[in-house]
């Protein structure tokens, strides 16, 4: 980090995450970053450093690609952020139904599991006391 911490190296940005370069350049890839160059060094602006932030966070939510990147552009389209702040809510309500309906699977196959566990230990107890 040089320049009071205007910019940032990919080393800088890989260490600071916890993430690989290559995690760093996928996000390049993939028009989430746009760092200047200095022959084959990146140079990442505060601007990157905001953005990978918001991406890994996205990431971690478990949003997709395109909600990523939706939600990450808006934010360079007006001063006003109600409509990203409206947008990134109905997002996360949607997130929030998929993850309480994956909850329930899970609960439901477990109980399932749990039944299932029960009727073998039972079958055991009694082939053993033939």
């Known amino acids: 980090m040089s320049q009071a911490g205007s910019i940032f190296t990919i ?16 996000w390049e890839d993939q028009g989430i970053l746009a760092p200047q160059r200095e022959g084959n060094k990146r140079i990442f602006t505060r601007r990157d450093r905001a953005r990978l932030k918001m991406a890994l966070r996205g990431k971690r939510l478990g949003l997709t690609l395109a909600e990523i990147k939706d939600l990450i552009g808006m934010y360079n389209s007006t001063e006003d952020e109600t409509p990203q702040l409206l947008e990134c809510l109905r997002i996360m309500e949607k997130r929030r139904v998929v993850l309480l309906q994956q909850r329930e699977d899970i609960e439901a196959m477990l109980a399932e599991i749990g039944q299932f566990e029960t009727q073998c230990q039972q079958e055991l107890v009694r082939r053993n006391q033939r």
């Open 11 to 26: 080393s800088d940005l890989s260490r600071e995450f916890g993430i690989t370069p290559r995690t760093i350049r996928f």
